[in-house]
């Protein structure tokens, strides 16, 4: 996704600069100047400005933070999957970021979010109109960041992710090889992107921003195909030997069930690399043959 031409070279921060904040990054280098934020900057790609803070910290972000920013991505993950940890990392880290930009007349602020604020469990579509009543304290957190965001006083977008899979995220295929998935059948809906395509809606949304195109201020990122989790299971063991599934595989997914629809990205002009889970995986398993 190539940044458009600007008359000057458009400045970006990615704040959470890990797996997929890290993608982001390299794939708007080529055309931007980015600025990577973590805790650890030793880990932040080459040929993007490492910047060492926390972001629970609001004076360390505010002595690194550049000015004359165009756009700021906020990608963060929790450091620890219970209720503190995602409130931190969806919340007040983003509180703290917000604060410590202050009057910066950005262009946009997009807001990495998750598909797990639909609490749907019926098989129904979702989109970015359906109703979001997370019942778990993930999804409830994750909500009211996309709510800290938008109500910033930032023109800002939340881009929901499904499921991300790719070459650094393949926990999913190993447990199928190892016999650790055993789902029954029908199983529930799974709904995924590749790490590939996830980057590159990031890019193509920021892309439109700055050629001061019109953003929505949500956009659904899925692959074109809401698959049950068995089908997925069974496709996998057609490509290649795995073991038989163990006892205590495991039987489910764990988002109830739901099937994402991405057509307002796809209207956006967005093309997928990877449009279905074979697409995606066939590559992956072609790795391992």
């Given amino acids: 996704m190539a940044i458009a031409e600007h008359k000057q070279t458009p400045r970006i921060l990615v704040a959470g600069c890990g797996k997929l904040g ?6 708007l280098s080529r055309h931007a100047e980015v600025f990577g934020l973590r805790r650890n900057p030793a880990r932040i790609p080459e040929g993007i400005h490492p910047l060492g803070a926390d972001l629970m910290e609001r004076e360390q972000v505010e002595s690194v933070l550049p000015d004359n920013l165009d756009i700021v991505i906020y990608c963060l993950t929790p450091s620890s999957y219970d209720e503190e940890g995602y409130r931190n990392a969806y919340v007040r880290g983003l509180e703290n970021l917000i604060a410590a930009l202050g009057p910066q007349p950005l262009k946009r602020l997009i807001f990495v979010s998750s598909s797990s604020v639909y609490s749907q469990d019926d098989d129904s579509w979702v989109d970015e109109t359906s109703p979001t009543e997370p019942a778990r304290f993930s999804g409830q957190m994750v909500l009211e960041g996309e709510q800290t965001a938008l109500n910033s006083g930032i023109p800002a977008t ?5 499921g991300i899979y790719g070459p650094s995220r393949q926990q999913f295929l190993e447990a199928v090889i190892n016999g650790r998935m055993d789902p029954v059948s029908p199983a529930p809906f799974s709904n995924r992107i590749h790490e590939f395509d996830a980057a590159a809606a990031v890019s193509h949304l920021v892309n439109r921003a700055l050629e001061g195109k019109p953003l929505d201020q949500c956009y659904l990122a899925s692959d074109c195909e809401p698959v049950r989790l068995d089908e997925v299971v069974a496709w996998v063991r057609e ?7 163990k006892p205590d595989a495991r039987k489910g997914g764990r988002a109830g069930s739901k099937r994402c629809s991405n057509k307002r990205l796809l209207d956006s002009g967005f093309h997928f690399r990877y449009p279905d889970f074979r697409a995606g995986y066939q590559e992956l398993i072609a790795r391992k043959q």
């Fill in 22 to 27: 890290g993608a982001i990054a390299e794939m």
């Fill in 158 to 162: 939340v881009i929901r992710f499904s």
């Fill in 239 to 245: 490509q290649l030997p795995c073991a038989a599934p």
